[in-house]
């Protein structure tokens, strides 16, 4: 069978607008992201660099929105030229802003207050409040103040858009803003215990020897938990009293290990890097010795079984590293990018043996010159697109270009030249988000760069289209 071919989007358009997708909304939103799609990898269509702008603190960026000066400042990017949206007032060191998190509208349940169903921002300041802001107005909607007994510094989504992980540096505790309830997580229990995370229920545990362990979050919590905590109401634990949630009584520290729980699997890993993906689950490792770094084994979860063609390498100099990860669209495959080449992996039965899976090659994307080097390989969800930084070294400089590839094929779609040179040796960061691309570097001295690209026609097609209609 044939690809089928796709109409174009005039077509696309008059279709839309006779109603032809109506009853479902789905097939709307999908339709109008096909026909962006078209746009943005046509010939003619052009990524101009309409900003450019330079901090002293680090940028960040979420879903149109570009955050400065430790995301006390908010600035606009989907207009034609970045407009700001916000500033909140001035504050002290204490009082910033060190991580947050985009909380969009949830699902399945009422909330109290209307503006309970708009996107917000879930921001950490460093002096352990947990925050809740509007991010058109930059209002403060809720605060929740944790404790005093540790400094907490990071946050991560345990439920993503449901529940939130808040960990601290030095204690290693978790907490978990919406049961109200913080997790420690000490040596004398788990021993060399160098990280730990929480992610979709899993308490995931990292040691100095290599080992991961991953626990039953919610097992730990029926066995452990002191007693049960709820924001805004009175507690008394340890000899104090008072609100929890509210300064200076916080959220008291109610789940206590006293024993090590069993794990429900546990692997050993070169610096603990460990994945889980694929259909059925597999797992990724480096096998646990410092010269099998860059060898990845893809094991069965259920028996520990190492997948028919489950151990990939790619040849790279000390210079390049290559890395690995489960494809984030959902479809069990597996990117595996190095210097000169971006694999994507496909995992599927053993022919004659269904109780064993393989690993082949769905497409490969090749560096078509020997001085070009992948850097960031990522995945734009609404479009369906890999977007792909390739850097070409031109005697001292480097210039980048992003590159739109078929998610389904690996076909090269668009190639978008960017403006500024690319210094390998500093940090770098490039987002493609519909017909945005943002690209943020680090340079040293804490200098950082944002560019901002934003597709537009080609001048002379809408002379000529001009001319045409006339």
């Not at 309409?50 to 149109?64: D, L, M, N, Q």
């Not at 919590?221 to 340890?238: N, R, T, W």
């Not at 992003?402 to 210094?423: M, Q, R």
Request: net charge negative.
């Amino acid at each position: 069978m044939g690809r089928t071919p796709k109409a174009n989007v005039c077509r696309r358009l008059s279709r839309r607008a006779l109603g032809f997708f109506a009853r479902d909304a789905g097939v709307v939103q999908r339709t109008n992201l096909g026909i962006l799609r078209a746009l943005v990898c046509q010939e003619s269509t052009k990524f101009k660099n309409v900003w450019t702008t330079h901090s002293k603190s680090p940028i960040a960026y979420e879903r149109g929105r570009i955050y400065f000066d430790n995301y006390r400042c908010c600035v606009s990017s989907v207009a034609s030229e970045p407009r700001k949206l916000y500033e909140m007032p001035k504050c002290s060191k204490s009082e910033k802003i060190e991580d947050a998190l985009l909380w969009e509208c949830p699902v399945g349940e009422m909330l109290p207050h209307p503006s309970d169903y708009k996107s917000s921002l879930i921001a950490l300041t460093a002096h352990n409040w947990l925050l809740r802001i509007s991010v058109t107005t930059g209002e403060v909607l809720e605060k929740i103040y944790l404790a005093s007994y540790c400094k907490f510094r990071y946050l991560s989504w345990d439920t993503p858009q449901e529940v939130i992980a808040v960990k601290s540096a030095q204690d290693r505790g978790s907490a978990v803003a919406r049961q109200a309830g913080i997790l420690e997580i000490n040596k004398k229990v788990f021993a060399n215990v160098t990280d730990a995370t929480l992610s979709h229920g899993i308490l995931i545990v990292m040691y100095s020897s290599g080992l991961v362990r991953l626990y039953s979050f919610q097992a730990i919590i029926e066995q452990f938990m002191q007693q049960k905590l709820d924001l805004g109401c009175a507690c008394s634990q340890g000899g104090t009293s008072g609100t929890v949630g509210e300064a200076p009584f916080g959220i008291p520290c109610n789940v206590k290990i006293t024993d090590s729980p069993p794990p429900l699997f546990e692997v050993s890993s070169l610096e603990n890097a460990f994945q889980i993906g694929g259909h059925p689950w597999h797992y990724i490792i480096t096998p646990n010795k410092k010269k099998q770094k860059g060898v990845f084994h893809i094991c069965s979860l259920k028996d520990n079984s190492l997948a028919k063609n489950g151990i990939q390498e790619m040849e790279c100099c000390s210079l390049e590293s290559d890395w690995i990860y489960f494809h984030p669209d959902a479809s069990g495959r597996i990117i595996h990018v190095g210097p000169n080449q971006v694999k994507v992996l496909k995992l599927s039965e053993v022919e004659n043996n269904s109780s064993q899976h393989q690993i082949s090659e769905d497409f490969v994307i090749w560096a078509n010159r020997e001085d070009r080097t992948f850097k960031i390989v990522d995945y734009e969800d609404e479009l369906d697109l890999l977007s792909v930084v390739a850097v070409t070294q031109i005697d001292a400089e480097g210039k980048a270009h992003l590159d739109f590839h078929c998610n389904e094929y690996g076909t090269l779609l668009k190639s978008i030249p960017l403006v500024e040179s690319w210094d390998v040796t500093y940090s770098h960061e490039v987002y493609f988000d519909r017909d945005l691309v943002l690209h943020i570097e680090q340079k040293p001295n804490r200098v950082f760069s944002c560019y901002v690209y934003q597709m537009v026609c080609d001048p002379g097609e809408e002379e000529e289209i001009v001319s045409r209609s006339d």
